[in-house]
């Protein structure tokens, strides 16, 4: 007869406070991603799916199919993002993104998160984080921007927006000792063409 040896090991405390977590991050609307970097694969909750308008089972546990759903002029700034902490020149993973939603749209997603376990080598293992909708803010910004930038009644840019892009085009053509031009067209009686055809 071989002996058999059993340990046990009270998780109660571990599991609570990792409900305690979700239960916060559930009630800040954020949702939260848990992936395992040696299979690759990752646990995604319901609120992370829901944002994007995707329900429970949609996608496998391989966390690489949800990388599809970033914009792809976004992807490579996620990737960069993450490698940098995973190679621990940075704290914790950030990054803003934008991701596809089932019906075809995209979201912005304000992304962080840490490595919470590593190897004895120092190999990240697993890294656990949540995933935040900023469309709103971004709109936000956006409508602001255009508002600062464009007149409001030709939707053309105005003089500030103007006046940026000549300075930047003067620097890079110092920088790159090239000339450039600015061709001025002057439409007389602007105002007049305007109150008898119309804006448009």
């Known amino acids: 007869l071989k002996q058999i040896v059993v340990n046990f090991n ?48 949609t996608f496998s546990e391989d966390y690489r ?55 004895e080598f120092g190999k990240s293992l ?12 971004k709109n936000a910004e956006e409508k602001i921007w255009i508002e600062a930038n464009y007149d409001a009644l030709t939707k053309l840019p105005n003089r500030r927006l103007f006046y940026d892009r000549i300075e930047e085009n003067m620097k890079k053509a110092k920088r790159g000792k090239e000339s450039i031009a600015l061709l001025f067209i002057d439409l007389d009686r602007f105002k007049e063409v305007n109150d008898t055809l119309g804006h448009d």
């Open 10 to 57: 009270d998780i109660t405390q571990q599991k609570e406070a990792e409900l305690r977590w979700q239960f916060a991050l559930d009630g800040a609307g954020d949702g939260v991603w848990d992936i395992d970097l040696v299979n690759g694969k990752g646990n995604f909750s319901q609120r992370y799916l829901e944002m994007l308008g995707y329900p429970t089972g």
């Open 65 to 119: 199919e949800l990388l599809n759903l970033i914009h792809p002029e976004d992807k490579s700034l996620l990737l960069n993002e993450m490698q940098k902490h995973l190679s621990h020149q940075s704290g914790q993973f950030s990054a803003e993104y934008r991701m596809r939603c089932s019906d075809g749209s995209y979201k912005w997603i304000y992304g962080r998160g840490m490595v919470v376990s590593t190897d």
């Open 126 to 137: 697993r890294m656990v984080g949540t995933h935040t909708d900023i469309s709103a803010m």
